[in-house]
């Protein structure tokens, strides 16, 4: 129970300074910098609405209220797919990874500050093996439970 604990409160702790940082220097929230993330990480810088929901955790009308956001702003586009026209695709735009590399290094700066530099560097790889094996049987189990389960679009 305690690591349980300590786990939920580092990480809500966690979270609620990266996202003060992030809106502060970049009128960025965590929500909007992790869907930068994503689209910046995968081919083309396009992803599936619903392959992008599924990242986030997100339904899909919770993916289209979050994205109008970073449409309106410029850094997001949305396009049908050229391979099916019934598949909307989010762009990353020139815009929005311009946005992102300017808000990277001092992410990166932030998650250093308040989590990384109180730990020890074999506590940080014995860490990330851990929570690795937790994502991974997480991973493995959701899978089990959706066999076969495709997005639609």
Same mark, same amino acid.
């Given at each position: ?21 992030? *809106? ?23 992803m599936r609405m619903c392959d992008l929901a599924g990242r986030l955790h997100l ?26 026209? =019934? ?11 311009? =946005? ?49 389960? *495709?997005?639609?679009?």
């Open positions: 129970m305690r690591a349980w604990r300590n786990l939920v409160e580092v990480l809500d702790d966690l979270q609620g300074d990266l996202e003060r940082e992030l *809106t502060a220097a970049h009128q960025l929230g965590l929500g909007d910098y992790q869907v930068l993330v994503f689209l910046s990480e995968a081919p083309d810088h396009a339904s899909p009308s919770g993916l289209t209220r979050r994205l109008d956001g970073l449409v309106r702003s410029g850094l997001v586009e949305r396009r049908p797919s050229a391979d099916d026209r =019934r598949v909307i695709l989010a762009v990353l735009s020139d815009v929005g990874a311009r =946005r992102l590399a300017a808000a990277a290094p001092d992410h990166v700066e932030h998650v250093r500050r308040y989590f990384l530099d109180h730990l020890g560097r074999a506590d940080v790889e014995r860490l990330g093996t851990i929570l690795e094996r937790a994502r991974r049987a997480r991973s493995a189990s959701a899978a089990a439970n959706c066999p076969g389960s *495709t997005c639609p679009g």
